[in-house]
């Protein structure tokens, strides 16, 4: 049985479903805002992209979490 995936990741099937692109794709993208802050960079993905508040939370956590800028 698959582990169920919680926290900022679990928004990750619904934001690929919205928006038609992968989780690799914004991961990408957010490298441009790695000298922002979190809520730079939400605010970033929210006029740049027209991601939605959460969806852009989701993708900010992950990304900093995952290149160590937490």
Do not use: C
């Not at 679990?10 to 957010?30: A, R």
């Not at 922002?36 to 939370?57: F, P, Q, S, Y």
């Amino acid at each position: 049985m698959a582990e169920k995936v919680s926290g900022p990741a679990s928004y990750f099937p619904s934001i690929e479903k919205t928006y038609g692109k992968s989780i690799d794709h914004w991961m990408k993208q957010l490298k441009k805002t790695k000298d922002m802050k979190h809520m730079d960079a939400v605010n970033w993905l929210k006029t740049e992209h027209g991601i939605g508040h959460g969806h852009a939370n989701a993708l900010v956590a992950v990304f900093r979490k995952e290149n160590g800028l937490s």
